[in-house]
Each structure stands twice: as structure tokens, then as C-alpha cells.
């Protein structure tokens, strides 16, 4: 999970999920908030994996900007209908529900 928020509520929305994440990365423990590439380059070092080996899951449009600096494909689950930021790079997959995301993973 890559965050803008702080260790703290990093940690809490972690807990709010149910689920395990083997990486947590905050803008506090980078210093760098996305859209910056840095957050997203952090998990993929902490993962020990590429960015050809990995699938981003974006909550903005905005996550299109750092993580496509790195070769992150990003699937932009925009649930609310979001106005795409001018010069957005292109998701790999664009939907409003996570409901395609297991068939994306599968390809």
C-alpha cells in the first residue's frame, strides 16, 4: 500500500482493511507525497519486485502521474466518476468498480 498519510493512520486504514499488507509506505516515511515517483519506487524496493511485475490500484487519477514514471501499470478503480487531471497518462485498465480487477490480474 502506497499512502499519503502519516506511519499512524497509515497503520489505522491497514487495521480498518482486514488484510495483511506485506508493504505499508506513507508520505512520512518517504518525505515524499504522491504523485511523486518515490513512494511508489519505495514499494517496489521493499517488495524486492519490478515495476513489469506488479499492478498499481489507484484511487485518483492523480496515482497516474508517480507511478507511471516508474513503468507501474495502474488500474484506476475510479468509483465516484472523477474528472481525469489534464495530461493523465493512460491506466492499463480503467473502471469504476474493483469487480474486473481478478480478471485483469488473470489477463
Known sequence: MVTNCSEALGATAVTC???????????EGTGYYKADPRPYAQALAELGLTASRCLFVAGSGYDLFGASKIGLPVYWHDRIGMKPPPNMPVPFAYHRTLHPLLDVVRG
Open 17 to 27: 482493511t482486514g488484510f495483511d499488507f506485506d508493504v505499508v509506505v506513507t508520505a
